[in-house]
């Protein structure tokens, strides 16, 4: 097995096997944004779904909300992102281009790449100046200061404002959560690495609202169970690292921090953020709209409570599981490429084959499979071309299990079902697939790459 992996192959063979396409390529492109294809879709969808059934489903202590994407003004004011929501950005007047200060050690100067910024003598630098990273829009007819609004820059906020009509109607007492996925839009400097840094990414973020002398105790409950969320989903333990941020480098609203780090081809990057947000958001919410966000129990007892905040993007995920997943090796005398996902998370679960494309009673056996199997999930049917081609095209896209109708089918009703990772092959009754597929997506899945 060759653990090789490299970001160049994960964008070729996403775009490819049509995961992930860069935008408006017609036009040229724009840089770093990306459209997602079918498996794309079907994919982002499975990593939305387990995560939703984890934070939401499976638990009494949490419900879902979904909020608009642009919010009003002072939202932003409130929550500190029009004064705070910056990098510091440095301009080349010799080159023209545009660095993060904080980052110059990581760009190349304009004039001479395998230098760094300020290295060379026609290098002339302007002193750092805050750039917000929030996307401006108006809102209405007018285009004036007071029609001003912005794009949001994560969905938390959305959260905190609907915390009275949660608490109202969803009758809940802390400690309790709400949970939203949606996009969040980031001017950001350096984009790049693929769906890694992003200007347009789809959040998950969970506000967990928290009795404040519970708050550290729920931190780290939150750290524990992202974690294993991971670790159930198939990344490898050892490409997984929690890291704790030191004071200077928390946010504004922080009192803690830890990343979930995953060991991509760029090295240790943040996958997911834990914060304690402590009670900054809801009490800097209570000043700025004058209504009061606090917790008021029966016997009259009120406080405002803490949170504490899983939030994490889905192109972040995804990249991960791309990279853990992506395998080269040789079987017999041919090279094959697969993607070992997680079968709850690979687009398609089950690519259903008549070995002879044109033989009509195999195909009328395998499409009969297919309809049935189609209804509960995430089936391909495929009758184009040679069976060692088919198979080798459902590798790369990862697909767990194929059943092939070969001749032996039309004799006793049997298929034969090839395993991804193992190349094993079964036989089994195609009356029994339908229960074979339930419980072979209930059983526990690890990466054969090893720990
Ligand atoms: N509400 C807290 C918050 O937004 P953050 O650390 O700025 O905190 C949370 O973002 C998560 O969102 C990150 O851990 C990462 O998974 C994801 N994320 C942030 N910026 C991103 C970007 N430009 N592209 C892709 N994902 C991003």
Redesign the pocket.
């Known amino acids: 097995m060759n653990d090789a992996v490299t970001m160049d192959k994960i964008v070729s063979l996403s775009r490819r096997r049509g995961f992930v396409f860069p935008s408006s390529e017609i036009y040229g492109g724009m840089g770093s944004t990306f459209d997602y294809g079918h498996y794309g879709v079907l994919m982002k969808n499975n990593i939305r779904e387990r995560w939703f059934e984890a934070m939401v489903r499976n638990r009494d202590d949490i419900v879902a909300i979904d909020s608009a994407v642009i919010l009003h003004p002072k939202v932003w004011e409130a929550s500190g992102h029009v004064a705070g929501f910056t990098d510091p950005l440095i301009d080349c007047r010799t080159c023209k281009l545009r660095f993060r200060a904080d980052k110059l050690e990581d760009s190349s100067c304009g004039r001479k790449p395998s230098k760094h910024p300020g290295e060379t003598p026609e290098c002339d630098l302007t002193e750092p100046r805050r750039f917000n990273l929030m996307f401006e829009t108006t809102v209405g007819a007018l285009q004036d200061e007071g029609s001003r609004a912005y794009l949001r820059?994560?969905?938390?906020q959305g959260i905190f404002i609907n915390f009275k009509n949660v608490l109202q109607i969803a009758r809940r007492k802390p400690p309790f959560g709400i949970a939203q996925i949606g996009k969040?839009f980031?001017n950001?400097i350096t984009?790049g690495n693929f769906?890694?840094?992003?200007?347009e990414?789809e959040?998950m973020?969970m506000e967990y609202f928290v009795p404040p002398d519970e708050a550290d105790k729920w931190y780290r409950y939150w750290i524990d169970e992202r974690l294993n969320w991971y670790r159930r989903y198939g990344l490898r333990d050892s490409k997984l690292r929690v890291r704790e941020h030191g004071p200077e480098e928390r946010?504004h609203y922080s009192r803690g921090t830890s990343?979930i780090e995953y060991e991509y081809p760029i090295g240790w990057s943040?996958?997911?953020?834990i914060?304690n947000r402590g009670d900054f958001d809801l009490t800097q919410h209570t000043e700025y709209s004058s209504t009061k966000l606090e917790y008021v129990g029966q016997d009259g007892e009120r406080y405002v409570p803490y949170v504490i905040?899983p939030?994490?993007?889905i192109?972040?995920i995804m990249v991960a599981l791309l990279v853990d997943a992506y395998d080269e090796e040789v079987v017999g005398e041919r090279e094959r490429t697969v993607l070992r996902l997680h079968p709850k998370m690979a687009p398609v679960t089950a690519a259903i084959l008549p070995l002879i494309g044109k033989s009509d009673d195999m195909v009328a056996k395998a499409r009969s499979l297919y309809e049935d199997l189609r209804r509960r999930h995430s089936v391909e049917y495929d009758d184009n071309g040679a069976i060692g081609r088919r198979y080798r095209r459902q590798d790369e896209i990862g697909t767990p299990w194929a059943f092939t109708v070969d001749e032996q089918t039309l004799a006793d009703d049997t298929v034969t079902v090839r395993d991804r990772d193992s190349l094993a092959q079964e036989r089994l009754s195609i009356a029994g697939v339908g229960g074979w597929l339930e419980d072979a997506l209930e059983r526990g899945w690890k990466s054969p790459k090893g720990n």
């Open positions: 820059p994560e969905t938390a969040s980031r950001e984009p769906l890694f840094r992003v200007r990414f959040q973020e946010s990343d943040e996958l997911e953020g914060a905040e939030a994490v993007s192109e972040r």
